[in-house]
């Protein structure tokens, strides 16, 4: 299984960014789809995931300036970030959960895309 993240980027404080994860290959069914983000120095950490039927959970951190949204058919997740802070600053890491096509359970991560807001 294969993710492709996009949307990272430089922002000002107080600006939005849409990040993108578009997984392929051997799946049979998604179970949840996340975003983690991992600053310099620190450990990785969630920013929200959103499961097979819908429930969503956000950090603390992000709740009532991120949303998360999917689209299991087309097997997309997308994170809309506003009211963005410098401490938003990390690189941001797609994580999807499911079975594949031999019924195998997975747990892939992209790559991640760099998300930097400038105060």
């Known amino acids: 299984v294969q993710l492709v993240e996009s949307g990272g980027g430089l922002v000002q404080a107080g600006g939005s960014l849409r990040l993108s994860c578009a997984a392929s290959?051997?799946?049979?069914?998604?179970?949840?789809m996340g975003w983690y983000r991992q600053a310099p120095g620190n450990e990785r950490e969630l920013v929200a995931y959103?499961?097979?039927?819908?429930?969503?959970n956000y950090a603390d951190s992000v709740k009532g300036r991120f949303t998360i949204s999917a689209d299991n058919v087309m097997k997309t997740v997308l994170l809309q970030m506003n009211s963005l802070k410098p401490e938003d600053t990390a690189v941001y890491y797609c994580n999807v959960g499911g079975l594949d096509t031999t019924f195998r359970g997975f747990r892939s991560w992209g790559r991640g895309t760099q998300v930097t807001v400038s105060s």
């Open positions: 290959g051997s799946i049979r069914t998604i179970n949840d």
């Open positions: 959103i499961t097979s039927i819908g429930r969503t």
